[in-house]
C-alpha cells in the first residue's frame, strides 16, 4: 500500500549522457554496415536472375516503371510494382544487365540489413535491455529469412524489415492510445515520457506509418493484402472500442487507403504494359479452393506445412514465438499491464493486441497463399517456407525473448508446446500430402533450411529436419534455464548474464548456416547457354519454351521482346535478330541461320538481313 506513493515521490532517472546514447547509435549503425557487408560477401558471384520468372518479372517491371522498354508476360502471375519501385532509379544509373542485377542485390542487402536495428527495438519493447537487446538482434538479423532472398531480386528481400516496421507501429499506436486514456483516467499528463511524446503527436505519427507500411504492403505482394486487412480490422476495432486515440486511428486508416488506392492505380498501370493479355488468375483459383471441401482440406495441410517450416527453419524459435503470443493474446484484454517472469516482463495491452494482429497475419498468409497456390506438381506445394518468411523474423524475436525474460521453470514447457506444434503442423502435411512428398519435383531452391537440417540435397526428409529442429530448440532451451554465475560477471543472473547463453548458442547455429550458403569458389566459366542477339530489335517465336525467352527479357535491354507465332507467320518485318525453336526448319525470305543455339537447350536463331539498328534505336 506505500509502495505505490513512494514510487511517484521517487525523482526520475537522471538523463542518460549524450554520449552514451550517441555510443547506441554507432553501434546500430555498425552493425548495419556489418549485416550488408556479410550480405554483399556471400552473393558476390550473383550477376543476373536464378529464380525465374520472378526475378526477371520484378526487374521488367522496375525498367518499365523507370522509363524503358516493357515487356510481355501475358498469362504469368501477376510481379506487382511495389518493390519494382526501390528497383526503378538502378535503370537510371546503368542500362548493362549484369550490373542492374547486382545493384539490385545491393538495394536488397540494405533493406534486409536495416531489419537489425528494427529488430533491436522489438526487443526492447519486449523488455530485454539495451545490451542484451543489441547482442540478440545482430544475431537474428543474420537470420535464414534476411540471408536467402536479400540476394536475390524478389519482394522477399524488403517483406521481413517492412513487417518488422509495421508491428513496432502497430504497436506503439497502440500503447499511445492507451498511455493517453490512462492519463484521462488519472486527470494528469506526465511529462518526460511517452506522455510527452502523446502531446507532441506521436500517436498520429505511430497511426500514419502503421497505415503506410501495410498499404505499401500490399503493393509490394499479395501477401500484404492480409497485413492491410488486419490493420483496417484492429485499427477499426480499437477505434470502437476507443482504446486509441481517434485522430491517430482515423490518420493510420486514411494512410492506408491512400497508399493502397495510389498502389492499385499503379499496379493497374503495370499490368496493362507488361500483361496485355491478362495475369495469372490466382484470385479465382482462391475462390474455387474456399468454397469445395477438397479446397479447404488442400489450404488447410498446405498452411499446416508451412507453420511446420516456418518452426523448423528458426531452429524452434518460432514455435516459442507462437506459443507465447497466443497465451498472451488469450489472457485477455485488461487494461492493467500483468507482471510474468524473472525481471517481470511487463504484457500490457498493446503487447497483446501486437501478439494478436501478428497471429492473424501468419495464420492468414499461410491459408490464404496455400489456397491460391497451383498444384504445380512439386513437393513444395505441401511444405513451403517462403510465404511466411515475412513473418520469421518477428517470430524469431518474441521466441528469444521468450527465452531470456520468461521464468525459467516455464521456458521447458514453451519449448515442448513449441516441438508439439511442429510435430502437429507437420504430421498433418505429410499426412495430406502422402507418397507425393516422394514423387512430385523437389527443387532445392525451396528448401534451403531443411536442406542445412537434414543433410539431404535432393530430397524432402521431415523427421530428419524435425529432430535436429529439436536438438537445436533443446540445445537453446538448456543454455536459457542453465543457472549461470553472476558473481563471476559481476551481474545479477537476470541482467545481461542470462541473455549470453542463449545468445551465442543461437550465434553458432547462424555461423554454421552462413558456412553453408556461402559459396565454396567462383562459378566455374562456361558458355552461356541463352541467346545473344545483336543490336536491334528481337523476336521471339511463341513455340521457343519460357525457360529461354523469358531471362531474355532481362538480358535485352535495348528494346522489348515481340512475340509472334512462328508456326502461322514469319517473323515481324524489321526485327533483327528472331529466336526460334530447333524444328522450326529453315528460315524465311530476307532471313538467315546464324548457327547459334543447340537443340538440347530449345532454340536456334535466325538474323534479318540488312539491320544497322543499334541498341536503343
Not at 164 to 182: F, K, T
Request: proline content about 6%; glycine content about 12%; overall charge positive.
Amino acid at each position: 500500500m506505500l509502495s505505490t506513493p513512494v514510487a511517484r515521490l521517487r525523482p526520475p532517472p537522471a538523463a542518460r549522457p549524450a554520449m552514451a546514447d550517441r555510443r547506441w547509435w554507432w553501434a546500430l549503425a555498425g552493425g548495419w554496415v556489418a549485416h550488408v557487408l556479410l550480405r554483399l560477401w556471400l552473393f558476390r558471384y550473383h550477376a543476373g536472375p536464378v529464380a525465374n520468372p520472378d526475378e526477371t518479372g520484378y526487374l521488367a517491371a522496375a525498367r518499365w516503371l523507370a522509363g524503358g522498354p516493357g515487356a510481355d508476360f501475358t498469362g504469368s502471375t501477376f510481379y506487382q510494382s511495389g518493390y519494382a519501385l526501390l528497383l526503378a532509379p538502378i535503370h537510371w544509373v546503368s542500362a548493362d544487365p549484369a550490373t542492374v542485377y547486382r545493384l539490385a542485390v545491393a538495394v536488397g542487402s540494405m533493406v534486409s540489413a536495416t531489419a537489425f536495428p528494427l529488430a533491436y527495438l522489438v526487443l526492447r519493447r519486449l523488455a530485454v535491455g539495451r545490451r542484451g537487446a543489441l547482442l540478440l538482434a545482430f544475431v537474428v538479423g543474420a537470420s535464414p529469412a534476411l540471408l536467402l532472398f536479400s540476394g536475390l531480386a524478389l519482394a522477399d528481400a524488403i517483406l521481413p524489415t517492412l513487417l518488422l516496421g509495421w508491428l513496432l507501429a502497430i504497436h506503439d499506436l497502440v500503447r499511445a492510445g492507451a498511455g493517453r486514456s490512462g492519463s484521462r483516467r488519472r486527470g494528469t499528463v506526465r511529462h518526460g515520457t511517452v506522455r510527452r511524446g502523446i502531446v507532441g503527436g506521436a500517436d498520429v505519427w505511430a497511426g500514419v506509418v502503421a497505415g503506410g507500411l501495410a498499404g505499401f504492403a500490399m503493393t509490394v505482394h499479395m501477401r500484404g493484402m492480409v497485413v492491410l486487412a488486419v490493420t483496417v480490422i484492429v485499427v477499426g476495432a480499437l477505434l470502437v472500442a476507443r482504446r486509441v486515440p481517434r485522430r491517430a486511428g482515423l490518420a493510420a486508416l486514411a494512410t492506408a487507403a491512400g497508399v493502397a488506392v495510389a498502389g492499385t492505380v499503379l499496379n493497374r498501370a503495370l499490368a496493362a504494359a507488361l500483361y496485355p493479355g491478362g495475369t495469372r488468375d490466382l484470385a479465382g483459383l482462391l475462390v474455387s479452393r474456399l468454397t469445395g471441401l477438397d479446397g479447404q482440406a488442400w489450404a488447410l495441410a498446405g498452411a499446416a506445412g508451412q507453420l511446420w517450416y516456418l518452426i523448423v527453419g528458426t531452429w524452434g524459435l518460432a514455435g516459442i514465438g507462437l506459443v507465447a503470443a497466443a497465451t498472451v493474446t488469450l489472457r485477455g484484454a485488461g487494461r492493467t499491464s500483468r507482471r510474468v517472469g524473472d525481471g517481470g516482463l511487463a504484457v500490457s495491452f498493446a503487447h497483446r493486441v501486437t501478439a494478436a494482429a501478428l497471429l492473424a497475419v501468419t495464420l492468414g498468409i499461410a491459408y490464404a497463399s496455400s489456397a491460391a497456390l497451383p498444384d504445380e506438381h512439386r513437393v513444395g506445394n505441401y511444405a513451403y517456407g517462403r510465404y511466411l518468411s515475412c513473418v520469421a523474423v518477428a517470430w524469431t524475436l518474441a521466441g528469444v525473448a521468450a527465452l531470456v525474460r520468461a521464468r525459467r521453470r516455464s521456458i521447458p514447457a514453451l519449448a515442448a508446446a513449441a516441438a508439439a506444434l511442429g510435430a502437429g503442423t507437420g504430421g498433418v502435411a505429410a499426412w495430406y500430402a502422402g507418397d507425393r512428398l516422394d514423387r512430385y519435383a523437389f527443387i532445392a531452391f525451396d528448401f534451403p533450411e531443411v536442406i542445412f537440417l537434414s543433410g539431404v540435397p535432393d530430397r524432402l526428409d521431415m523427421a530428419a529436419a524435425s529432430l535436429t529442429a529439436l536438438a537445436l530448440l533443446a540445445g537453446l532451451t538448456v543454455l536459457a534455464v542453465l543457472p549461470v554465475l553472476p558473481g563471476r560477471l559481476g551481474l545479477p543472473a537476470s541482467g545481461w548474464a542470462r541473455v549470453v547463453p542463449p545468445a551465442a548458442g543461437l550465434a553458432a547455429v547462424t555461423i554454421a548456416f552462413v558456412a553453408h550458403l556461402a559459396p565454396r569458389s567462383a562459378p566455374a566459366p562456361g558458355r552461356d547457354w541463352l541467346p545473344a542477339p545483336g543490336p536491334g530489335r528481337v523476336a521471339v517465336d511463341t513455340r521457343v519454351k519460357w525457360n529461354v525467352w523469358l531471362p531474355l527479357t532481362h538480358r535485352v535491354w535495348w528494346t522489348r521482346l515481340e512475340m509472334y507465332d512462328g508456326a502461322r507467320q514469319a517473323p515481324p518485318a524489321g526485327a533483327c535478330t528472331a529466336i526460334v525453336p530447333p524444328t522450326a526448319g529453315p528460315p524465311p525470305a530476307g532471313w538467315a541461320a546464324t548457327g547459334d543455339g543447340d537443340p538440347s537447350k530449345g532454340w536456334t536463331s535466325w538474323t534479318g538481313r540488312g539491320c544497322g539498328a543499334g541498341p536503343g534505336h
